[in-house]
């Protein structure tokens, strides 16, 4: 669709109204969307995937796709291409996405309108077998088990998030713009008696241009290229930080190999995905597993003060799982490599908290690898981890139970510890074999599916307080993981019935994370300049790109060092230079002193903050294939980055014939060559025409 002539129209009428300003007229011309959610592009070492526009942005005509078999009308007789399809969320699915991208010279973009409510059938844009590249299955680890060839992990993925599509794909808020949406295609371009609709005909507009093409190893090359002043990158690394916290202070400059020390890792991830950018509600694929460990570390802050176990239990957070393990892979190589506070010789063992908020009939599954338990000492760590978990289950109202022997564990952080060296280690789940979750990685996986609903007329403060089903349910998985935590580490058999998590901590950190992250009980364990960033809506769990920390991993950070640190009687500022007073210089190696806002008495406006102390860190989680091996076609570590752009916006208008098009651009020509024209002549003419007789010098009077 060509809209040069729109353009002229616009600065034709500018000229005439340059006095009122340009922007009211375009105003009056186009419609501006909000709430859009664009699918963006993503580059690894082999290919692109994701989606754009063109640089001036993708025009076509609206058409509303009712049904499948009103496909036709856009891939073949359809006389006025490339069209604008408008989807409704239920047909938002690979059969007809895959057609019109085979059809993509009569396709400008899509817009799907996103449902309020979950569907009942499962959607998964993400693969059916998850990381299958990067995890520890493969030629040389257990062949037979690599590619899921023993279990489908994610029988609903559609692998539609792994496509490339060389045309915008937005997601819209189903909300006043899809309304007007509606209208303007019923106005204009709905069929009459099966003829074809008459100009004007209703357009949209997307503008998702990408700067990165092909691979990472292209745009990486051509960020390191400098041909202006200013240069300008194409792509960034995806990545983040990984947030961990230990039970024992452990000197963070210190680092490799610690004399003596046995650590017990409890992991989770942090982030998800979906297909449309910025929209990753995670709640079963990530919140409900690093919430239930959040809860567990609570729980054992005081356990672990008043009787400590003989080994430490790191706790640790790890984000950009869902591109090959961005997290875990970065802090195994560091460990590897004597860049972290421990290495791999002090890790005892691993207990990896998954997807555990949909578990029925009260049960949960205790996964191993069977390959490293053929060795008998690695055999027997497991064996002491399970029975230390059904041991935790003393007036808990749920049920473990370990999958066959011969099953392969599911994806998870665990797989990368165990591509390093055979390490005993359980990843708990929700599922025996495929995973619970219809909704892995999309747009569903959110509050509503995993239950979390409130009674109608709540306000907020009640709503924080409301225990739903589904906290009460991961309190008790919480105190599992707890107490088998405390036990794996050494701990005393009769503290196990003192460990019990909180079932009012859970409820607060699911309605944070899932409902809004703007709320009265959060708003005091940040520090006033974070504040700000906390938001009105469900937190994104995407990783997002190194640049810019993401709101799960600075939430987390606070929440963790609440959680498990402790109030010091320390000013603002010695706490902001991480010390107790002036003298102190070594607290900082080992400890993190963070002020935080507090809460504000009855009747006042002012926060009374206070400063914690706590064992939280945070390191490094980007791919060892940027900042230290550079080898950006690796196949051992992820080399997922994100594409840069400039504009993501779209807009509705109403766009006439491309014969009243050329008209119109044919007069504004003539016009303006009648002008020169007219200009040339009255210059050419000017000493006749605005000559006037001029008086003798030498006149007297």
Known sequence: MDIVSNKFIILVLCLFFIGGGCTSVEKKIYVHLNYTFPCVRLLNATHQIGCQSSLSGNVGVLHVVESEENLDWVLRTGPNPPYMVILEHQLFNRSIMMKLKNSSSRVAGVAVVASNTNPAEGVSPHTACPNENTGVYSESYDITMAHCNVTLWNPFGSGLSYEEFDFPIFSLKDDNDTQLIRQCYMDHNRRVNSSAPQYPLCAMQLYSHMSAVTDTATCMRRNAINFSITPEAVCDPLGDSNVWAATRPLNNTAKGHKMWESVVIAAARLDSRSFFFDVAPGAQSAASGF????????????????????????????????????????????????????????????????????????????????????????????????????????????????????????????????????????????????????????MYDNAEYLKVSYPQNMTQEEQLEFATETAMALAEVATVVARALYKQAGGEQSQLNNINADAQIVTQMLYSFLVQSNNTWLQQMVPSDLASHLKDTPTNFYVGVTQQPSEPTYLVQHLLANLTGSVVNVTQEDCQKQRVDEKDSESKHIYTYTWVQGAAPPNSTEREGFCVRSTVHTSKALSPAFDILGEYNSKDFSTWTESRWKTIKGRVFLVASHELEMLTLGVGVGVLLTSLLLTYIISSKADILFSSQREPTNATY
Request: proline share 6%.
């Open 291 to 442: 919430i239930t460990l959040l809860a567990a570390a609570h729980a054992l802050r005081n356990v672990t003060q008043e009787a400590p176990p003989n080994r430490t239990i790191l706790y640790t957070f790890f984000q950009g799982e869902t591109f090959d393990y961005i997290g875990s892979s970065r802090m195994v190589y560091d460990m590897e490599n004597q860049q972290f506070v421990v290495d791999l010789d002090n890790v005892h063992s691993v207990l990896e908290v998954g997807q555990v908020g949909l578990h029925t009939d009260s049960r949960l599954w205790l996964h191993s690898d069977p390959v490293s338990r053929r060795n008998n000492t690695v055999d027997d760590v497991v064996k002491m981890l399970v029975e230390n978990l059904q041991s935790s289950l003393t007036g808990l109202n749920i049920t473990l139970s370990e999958p066959a022997f011969s099953q392969p564990l599911p994806p998870s952080s665990f797989q990368r510890f165990l591509r390093s060296r055979p390490i005993p280690g359980i990843v708990i789940e929700d599922h025996q074999s495929t995973f619970s979750n219809r909704f892995y990685e999309s």
